[in-house]
């Protein structure tokens, strides 16, 4: 079997589709500290894109891509989806901050169940899952400062 290598592939982007574009553009920018890097609009197709990411995106860092199908104001998000992870220097302060944001903390900040690394949870404004996991030496220039 054929292996590919690290400068072959990368994840590029994370889609989410959600109600309401800006909430989720506020809610990505102004909580989790994350930039606008683009935003378009495709009236053909009746649907809005917009781009959210730390550090300029790619090819850096994923993005997440915020997709508002027009007049669709929610959505079944099932039973497979997870959460989306962001790396912190310190979850107690992050989570602390994204309080005073006017963000969700639906799990504090704690020791993992049978480990050791502090991880807390968010939720979006669609109800999707942001997991904070505190990182030792996690990169101080990305988001939750």
């Given at each position: 079997?054929s292996?590919w290598?690290?400068?072959?592939?990368?994840?590029?982007?994370?889609?989410?589709r959600?109600?309401?574009?800006?909430?989720?553009?506020?809610?990505?920018?102004?909580?989790?500290?994350?930039?606008?890097?683009?935003?378009?609009?495709?009236?053909?197709?009746?649907?809005?894109?917009?781009?959210?990411?730390?550090?300029?995106?790619?090819?850096?860092?994923?993005?997440?891509?915020?997709?508002?199908?027009?007049?669709?104001?929610?959505?079944?998000?099932?039973?497979?989806y997870?959460?989306?992870?962001?790396?912190?220097?310190?979850?107690y302060?992050?989570?602390?901050?994204?309080?005073?944001?006017?963000?969700?903390?639906?799990?504090?900040?704690?020791?993992?169940?049978?480990?050791?690394?502090v991880?807390?949870f968010?939720?979006?404004?669609?109800?999707?899952?942001?997991?904070?996991?505190?990182?030792?030496?996690?990169?101080?220039?990305?988001?939750?400062?």
């Amino acid at each position: 079997m054929s292996h590919w290598h690290n400068d072959c592939m990368r994840i590029l982007h994370t889609m989410l589709r959600v109600g309401d574009l800006q909430r989720s553009i506020d809610f990505y920018t102004d909580v989790l500290g994350m930039q606008l890097l683009r935003r378009s609009e495709n009236p053909a197709y009746k649907y809005s894109l917009a781009f959210v990411g730390y550090d300029g995106g790619n090819p850096g860092q994923a993005e997440i891509e915020l997709t508002y199908n027009w007049g669709k104001t929610e959505y079944d998000r099932g039973d497979a989806y997870g959460h989306i992870a962001i790396g912190v220097p310190d979850a107690y302060t992050a989570c602390a901050k994204i309080k005073a944001a006017g963000g969700q903390v639906t799990r504090e900040p704690g020791p993992v169940k049978g480990g050791k690394t502090v991880i807390a949870f968010v939720t979006d404004p669609d109800g999707y899952q942001i997991e904070i996991i505190q990182r030792v030496g996690a990169a101080s220039g990305a988001g939750l400062r």
